[in-house]
């Protein structure tokens, strides 16, 4: 019980944290999916404006766009394009495990990274998660003065951020021209 508890948490925090303590100026957050209330907890400590949506229909523009659902299509990347803001929105999606499925990882990099300066998928506690922005960096550019003062993570921390980006050298050469750096 403790294992899926730890799980669960894990991707609750790293979904949220990374892209939020990432972007420096954020006015709005569009959450696509079902969530848990963790989930709804960890956007909390961050106090921004947060819209929920089962779906991408919605006219207004995000500075992030957390999409639970699994892998994006060319279609809703389009709807995801049109939402974001177009400078610096940051685009944060579930993946495939990348030490399981590599080579669905490599189309989902490619299908989210069409339209991105950076799309890097980050891994922890048996998931894969896809990172993308349009500015902002998520190793370069980790705010200290908001991820090191998150109040009660059991996962996430600033090294983790850090280290879930870095993959073993075998997966690293085989994403190489997919993810962007």
């Known amino acids: 019980m403790l294992e899926n508890y730890r799980k669960r948490f894990g991707l609750e925090e790293m979904m949220v944290h990374v892209p939020l303590c990432s972007h420096k100026d954020i006015n709005k957050v569009l959450v696509v999916g079902e969530v848990s209330q963790d989930f709804k907890d960890e956007l909390n400590k961050h106090k921004v404006n947060t819209t929920f949506l089962a779906?991408?229909?919605?006219?207004?523009?995000?500075?992030?766009?957390?999409?639970?659902?699994?892998?994006?299509?060319?279609?809703?990347?389009?709807?995801?394009?049109?939402?974001?803001?177009?400078?610096?929105?940051?685009?944060?999606?579930?993946?495939?495990?990348?030490?399981?499925?590599?080579?669905?990882?490599?189309?989902?990099?490619?299908?989210?990274?069409?339209?991105?300066?950076?799309?890097?998928?980050?891994?922890?506690?048996?998931?894969?998660?896809?990172?993308?922005?349009?500015?902002?960096?998520?190793?370069?550019?980790?705010?200290?003065?908001?991820?090191?003062?998150?109040?009660?993570?059991e996962y996430y921390t600033s090294e983790m951020q850090n280290s879930s980006f870095v993959h073993p050298a075998y997966i690293t050469k085989e994403i190489t021209g997919f993810a962007k750096r």
């Open 55 to 153: 779906d991408i229909n919605t006219e207004e523009i995000f500075d992030i766009i957390l999409y639970m659902k699994k892998s994006p299509d060319e279609l809703e990347m389009a709807n995801v394009e049109r939402c974001l803001e177009s400078e610096r929105g940051i685009f944060c999606a579930r993946g495939s495990f990348v030490f399981k499925e590599l080579e669905k990882v490599k189309e989902e990099l490619t299908t989210i990274g069409k339209n991105f300066w950076i799309c890097m998928p980050y891994s922890f506690n048996h998931n894969t998660l896809i990172f993308a922005s349009k500015k902002y960096h998520p190793q370069a550019e980790i705010i200290l003065q908001k991820s090191d003062l998150l109040p009660n993570c």
